[in-house]
């Protein structure tokens, strides 16, 4: 079971959301908690005035409304019996026992879920504090739901994605493939699978199967309808054949589908956020030589793509890491100011810097009491070696300290290098 809470400032727009939904015919009402009658003899207006008679009580309280979504595990199918114990349950472990809440089973989703609507002031007009809810009382109380009502744990979901669900998938070529079968098995193995939480981010991965999640622009019919395409993409990245309707493909990964999973998905990468972050702390960390391109070619050893997203004139405007082991995506700035691509580029250095401190190095160790400069015969040796690769200079010892694939205990097999001898000499001769 995944939790998510938000709290608004509206609790008349948390409630009609739901309320919508009932009028679309793709949710219920299962229960009225706290309600002097049963959720079945209460009309619309009646629902509502209890949340609001509550928030008058103290004004001061101006994000009042709280929203809750209980996310379950697609091969579930609870009654509403069970939703309702699984409901009462976890308002009171999170101190919401007492307070008025609605709860609504919605049926728009590729998984069973409710959402829950109650208020922030009490009876007695205080404020219910919900500071680091979600990370304190909120996780206590999904773990001991899931265990006292025998649910799928979203720890083990996630441990299985992370551990089996290795899907064989080869990248859709136009042309060569019938495109709607071909773009079906992409979307197979990435959406339900992959943790990310925006469009960019999913076609982070889509992209590298040759594939692409198209909204089209902001002006365009399918944009303003809040429709979505799926289209093949060539080598070069450009956009190829037919788009097809999301709502064509049998897993119906629609717009609608994809914003319901951001939020889920958001919830389920947090603890995947450190490794990402420390494989590239290790990588740049202490280093005067470490280029854009190197960094991107250790983290992919370890695991991890990086996606550079530029404009038409060539210029990064945007960065995106794919974690294949976790399955985990994510936007630079989301992780940190200091892994936007703004910082990640100010935090690399150009090739001709890099080649400038090789050569001020290479000039300290020739000549390290003097500090003259180096001769023109040992200057044309250094510059006539040819630029090694990351695995060469892995295999001689170097970047052994901050190497993130050498900190990492599960490397595959794949994955690794073959061992070599250190060569003796060789940091002498750089």
Not at 38 to 45: H, T
Request: aromatic fraction near 6%; include cysteine.
């Amino acid at each position: 079971m995944v939790a998510i809470i938000k709290t608004g400032a509206s609790i008349r727009s948390t409630f009609y959301y739901n309320e919508n939904k009932l009028k679309e015919g793709v949710a219920e009402c299962i229960m009225a908690g706290n309600y002097p009658d049963d959720v079945a003899n209460l009309n619309e207006q009646e629902r509502l005035n209890m949340l609001l008679k509550l928030a008058a009580l103290n004004t001061n309280v101006v994000r009042n409304s709280v929203h809750i979504s209980l996310n379950f595990d697609p091969s579930e199918q609870h009654s509403k019996a069970l939703l309702k114990e699984i409901s009462q349950a976890y308002m009171e472990k999170i101190g919401f026992g007492d307070q008025p809440f609605l709860v609504y089973q919605h049926h728009d989703a590729g998984h069973p879920h409710i959402h829950i609507v109650s208020v922030k002031v009490a009876h007695d007009g205080s404020r219910i504090e919900t500071q680091n809810i979600g990370r304190n009382q909120s996780e206590r109380a999904r773990k001991e739901i899931e265990q006292e009502f025998h649910l799928v744990k979203a720890s083990s979901k996630k441990h299985q994605q992370s551990e089996h669900l290795k899907p064989a998938m080869v990248s859709a070529n136009y042309g060569k493939v019938e495109t709607k079968r071909a773009i079906s098995n992409i979307l197979a193995g990435v959406i339900d699978k992959y943790k990310f939480t925006s469009i960019p981010e999913l076609n982070a991965v889509l992209n590298r199967y040759n594939v692409a999640a198209d909204r089209g622009n902001e002006e365009s019919r399918t944009f303003k309808k809040g429709g979505l395409h799926y289209r093949l993409l060539n080598a070069k990245g450009e956009r190829v054949g037919v788009p097809i309707k999301a709502s064509d493909f049998h897993q119906k990964p629609t717009l609608n589908y994809l914003q319901n999973r951001f939020e889920i998905n958001d919830q389920l990468r947090q603890t995947d956020k450190l490794r990402v972050k420390n494989a590239i702390d290790f990588t740049l960390y202490g280093k005067t030589n470490v280029t854009l391109d190197r960094l991107i070619n250790i983290l992919e050893r370890d695991g991890i793509d990086t996606v550079l997203w530029k404009n038409d004139t060539g210029l990064i405007y945007g960065i995106t890491y794919v974690d294949h082991r976790s399955k985990a995506v994510f936007n630079g700035s989301s992780l940190g100011k200091n892994y936007s691509a703004k910082a990640i580029q100010e935090r690399c250095v150009t090739i001709d810097t890099a080649m400038a401190n090789r050569l001020s190095n290479t000039q300290k160790q020739e000549h390290p009491i003097t500090g003259h400069g180096q001769s023109a015969t040992s200057k044309s040796y250094l510059l006539a070696i040819p630029e090694q690769s990351n695995e060469a200079r892995l295999a001689n010892g170097e970047d052994s300290l901050f190497d993130p694939v050498k900190q990492d205990g599960f490397t595959p097999a794949d994955l690794r290098g073959n061992k070599r001898k250190k060569k003796k000499g060789f940091s002498q001769s750089l």
